[in-house]
């Protein structure tokens, strides 16, 4: 994959990230995608794409609430999210 189409992978994952449709999760994905998806590899992007596919509320009940969506890289994905809102619980 070239740089160009990783890069227009990033621009598209943050443009959808920032234009949910509610303010409340443009903020939770939005936030996060404009601090962390400049240093995700193509590995990394897809994850998050297939988490943006996802439906507002089963994001929002997994980020603010510990859900699960059932996919292990989902939810690390998720535990990242919860830890750059300051959500996770530390041990």
Known sequence: MSGTDLGM???RALWRATHRG?????????????KALDGMNATEIAVFERLIEAPDPA???????????GEADLDELIE???RFHGLAQTD
């Open 22 to 34: 509610s303010k409340e999760m443009d903020f939770l994905l939005g936030r996060y995608a404009e």
């Open 80 to 82: 990242l999210l919860r």
């Open 9 to 11: 992978r990033r621009r």
């Open 59 to 69: 994001i929002e009940s997994c980020v603010l609430e510990g859900y699960s969506l």
